[in-house]
């Protein structure tokens, strides 16, 4: 991503709403999961950015923060210094095998710098330990590409099946998969008709997501995705176990 994107990440990540609506999103799936073990989890951070998404992973394990960005790692360690940096690619993890026991990887693998998903769902695998979890993120609705994704080089959108099918290719049990901020849907499909030349960060306005309107759905459909799944969305998410 651009230098700039990343210092707004670090700027915002506290008081924009769509960041506040994943960690809501990503705590309430992950909970069971972060809860069910008498020591601390080893969690990876894969493309971590500055801790936007990820950074509340300290306050329930061992947080192995990668990204390929020294800038983003920088403000990663200043907030959230719990956290063992780690500077490289998705696609090829320096950790030993079976190492963690859960990835998290929100909104990596669309990006131009990932020359291939599957390689990098491979990575996650091989550093799972048998029995643990992989949490992906990824911009959903192909098709739907805007001016944000020209900021943040983004080089690929996900449908559900395509994002499902990658993670059941590398040999994880998919355990749950679904659509997430589906009522973005609209408003996005508008902006996708613009011009790709007002290139413009979704994180440079709306902070507060229509005054609270957009938070405030976002935590009524995190209540109902918790129990069930919504086909599609602008957001997509996986979760995968590693067999025992």
């Known amino acids: ?94 950790l030993p095998d079976a190492s963690v026991d859960l990835v998290v990887c929100v909104t990596v693998l669309y990006h131009a710098n990932v020359t291939n998903p599957s390689t990098a769902i491979a990575e996650f695998v091989r550093v799972l330990r048998p029995g643990g979890l992989l949490c992906l993120v990824e911009p959903g609705m192909k098709g739907m590409r805007r001016g944000h994704d020209e900021v943040t080089h983004g080089a690929r959108r996900f449908s559900l099946n395509e994002l499902r099918e990658l993670v059941s290719a590398g040999g994880l049990e998919v355990e749950k998969a679904t659509g997430a901020f589906s009522f973005l849907v609209p408003l996005a499909w508008v902006r996708s008709k613009l011009p790709l030349a007002n290139k413009t960060s979704d994180l440079s306005n709306n902070a507060s997501g229509l005054f609270g309107l957009l938070g405030a759905l976002a935590r009524v459909e995190t209540r109902f995705v918790a129990r069930r799944s919504i086909p599609f969305g602008l957001s997509v998410l996986v979760l995968g176990r590693k067999p025992h």
Not at 68 to 84: C, D, V
């Open 1 to 94: 991503m651009e230098e700039g994107e990343y210092r707004l990440m670090a700027d915002v990540e506290d008081r924009h709403w769509w960041y506040d609506a994943v960690r809501r999103l990503l705590r309430r799936l992950l909970s069971e999961e972060l809860s069910g073990s008498e020591s601390k989890p080893r969690i990876l951070d894969a493309g971590c950015g500055t801790g936007a998404t990820g950074g509340w992973l300290d306050e329930r394990g061992h947080v192995i923060a990668l990204d390929s960005s020294a800038m983003a790692l920088k403000l990663y360690g200043e907030n959230h210094p719990e956290a063992t940096l780690l500077e490289g690619s998705v696609e090829s993890i320096a």
